[in-house]
């Protein structure tokens, strides 16, 4: 069953697939743009070395997109009953799993790739309507994956689509929101 049934229905027609498919690349793309272009303006001697931080940036979230897009096509089942805390390992290892801290090194790369952009988004002097665009659609994100591991719901192939071209826009926009330097908005009167 789809994460969202109600849609399900909705998506079957080619015309709103479409709209859908422009709309989760466009988000993401745009959602990137900001990201890179606030990461600038709030470290500006990153701008000293732009090509190589946009191309590292660009090389981690391409990352993040490709390893997330598996944990979100399949995502491990997590049933609360079977969640112990009678000592601490394993209160540890249900935090871990919780996390899917427990899976490898490559997970844990990409689960950091996301908290870093969190941790950017609240570092940046993005003002409140963009500030509200990139938080809206990180959160929904958050939720839908967290309703995928914690109810028997799993996504469609056509919701993998959506979050897969949501990645990718997410990616390119990094890359297209950083690679050129931020001029500086102070009048030069000689």
Request: charged share 10%.
């Amino acid at each position: 069953m789809a994460l969202i049934s109600v849609l399900a229905d909705l998506f079957q027609n080619p015309v709103i697939q479409l709209v859908a498919v422009l709309s989760a690349f466009g988000i993401g793309l745009f959602q990137g743009i900001i990201l890179g272009r606030a990461i600038l303006v709030r470290f500006p001697r990153l701008q000293n070395h732009v090509k190589t931080v946009s191309v590292t940036m660009f090389i981690l979230f391409l990352i993040n997109a490709l390893l997330s897009v598996p944990r979100f096509a399949s995502p491990e089942k997590i049933i609360m009953s079977n969640l112990s805390a009678n000592s601490p390992a394993e209160f540890a290892s249900s935090l871990f799993l919780i996390f899917g801290v427990n899976t490898g090194f490559l997970t844990v790369l990409a689960i950091s790739v996301t908290v870093m952009s969190f941790v950017v988004l609240k570092f940046t002097n993005l003002n409140g309507v963009t500030k509200g665009f990139v938080f809206f659609f990180s959160a929904l994100i958050l939720i839908l994956t967290a309703v995928s591991r914690f109810t028997d719901l799993t996504p469609s192939t056509f919701e993998v689509l959506l979050y897969f071209l949501y990645q990718m826009g997410i990616t390119i926009g990094i890359l297209m929101g950083s690679i050129r330097k931020i001029k500086s908005k102070k009048l030069d009167l000689k």
